[in-house]
């Protein structure tokens, strides 16, 4: 069938707004009509050059919500008029992460899915007579994708898709970190008040954090961080040499969990040694330049403090995310205020250049 799509056909270059093929779903998979679809990083680092799991053309977009339209054979679990939303990180249920309990990731079709492909091997779009390629397993820049059922999570048809579409990446995987780390009383630092550090301090508020720190090098950042539940801001900028001692002093000697979301492995350090000796917990979301190494002397883990990552909040798309719609739908969750901007697929440029120039949280593509 015929779906209007952006197209990004290299790095650098414009999208181009276009009508594109869609093929229908085989075996396992799931046509969807994406209603609308957030603008994330991770789609900047593909229109930049730097995501290696980028095949060009392609068609991007990883945070989207939509309409089940067509069931391929064998798909079981999902009907047409379902309400889902597509997971960059499928959930199989029986690969032998699914079924260890103690990860969100499930690495079933990651291989097929970094090449732009669908799990066979072959993709569902062709643009004037040439294939075009999926991205992250979800291409939600277009009004019709095809998406594998196992990277579907079906969701309560009441919840506005314009709004949870950013459950499928920037809220889930702050919110979601910080209820698997934060307790309540908890003193916490966030460094990097982006898309996923205001997330990060609304889930920090929802656990009952006592103290909510966040760190960042533009004073602007504040503001909306303290209406989603920020208690104290330090400005990076103005005296670099003093954060950690900072952020020490207003966690009583040290922080329970220190959160970095900037990718600068200086900063990770620093976000380590904020942490308490005996007990505090540094979570990395921040994704590091290709091939950047962080130095940790091994004392700073020895005498107990705990280093690890988070991805996608620590949720497992298809049995957790309805948790987080439900929170959204009885106003514990926020999610309007997040929105900044709403656009046409016609204005993606528009778009991403916003989020270049640090003018919008998140923007969100209207298809209807
Ligand atoms: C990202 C997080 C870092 C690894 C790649 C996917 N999530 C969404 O943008
Ligand atoms: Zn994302």
Redesign the pocket.
């Known amino acids: 069938m015929a779906s209007r799509a952006a197209i990004l056909t290299a790095p650098g270059n414009p999208f181009v707004v276009d009508t594109v093929e869609v093929a229908p779903p085989r075996p396992g998979e799931v046509l969807v009509e994406i209603a609308a679809s957030g603008l994330?990083?991770?789609d900047l680092t593909a229109i930049e050059g730097s995501n290696a799991s980028c095949v060009y053309p392609a068609i991007l977009g990883?945070e989207g919500a939509g309409r089940v339209v067509e069931v391929g054979p064998e798909v079981r679990g999902l009907a047409v008029g379902d309400h889902v939303i597509p997971l960059?990180g499928p959930e199989c249920g029986a690969c032998r992460m699914c079924l260890s309990r103690r990860t969100n990731l499930c690495w079933s079709i990651k291989p097929t899915r970094d090449r732009g492909v669908m799990p066979d091997g072959t993709s569902r779009f062709r643009w004037r007579g040439e294939v075009a390629h999926h991205f992250?397993g979800t291409s939600t820049f277009s009004r019709y994708t095809v998406v594998p059922e196992i990277a579907l999570a079906k969701i309560r048809q009441d919840a506005p898709l314009d709004r949870v579409c950013l459950l499928g990446?920037?809220v889930t995987?702050g919110v979601g970190a910080a209820l698997d780390d934060v307790r309540e009383g908890d003193t916490v630092v966030i460094f990097g008040l982006g898309g996923i550090g205001v997330n990060i301090v609304q889930g920090a508020r929802i656990a009952g954090a006592g103290r909510i720190i966040g760190v960042d090098l533009h004073a602007s950042k504040e503001l909306l961080a303290r209406r989603f539940g920020l208690t104290d801001f330090i400005d990076a900028s103005r005296e670099p040499g003093r954060v950690t001692e900072q952020v020490r002093a207003l966690g009583g000697g040290g922080v329970d969990v220190a959160f970095e979301c900037t990718g600068h492995t200086g900063v990770m350090r620093q976000a380590l040694d904020v942490c308490q000796v005996g007990w505090g917990t540094c979570v990395l979301?921040g994704?590091e330049p290709a091939g950047a190494e962080m130095a940790v002397p091994p004392v700073a883990v020895r005498y107990g403090r705990t280093l690890k990552g988070s991805?996608?909040g620590g949720v497992k798309g298809r049995s957790g995310l309805g948790r987080f719609v439900d929170l959204y739908m009885d106003g514990k969750l926020e999610l309007d205020p997040l929105i900044t901007h709403r656009l046409d697929l016609a204005d993606i440029d528009e778009g991403f250049r916003r989020m270049q120039d640090g003018s919008a949280l998140r923007s969100v593509i209207h298809f209807e």
Do not use: A
Request: proline share 0%; with cysteine.
């Open positions: 994330c990083h991770t990883h960059y992250m990446c920037g995987t979301l994704v991805y996608f």
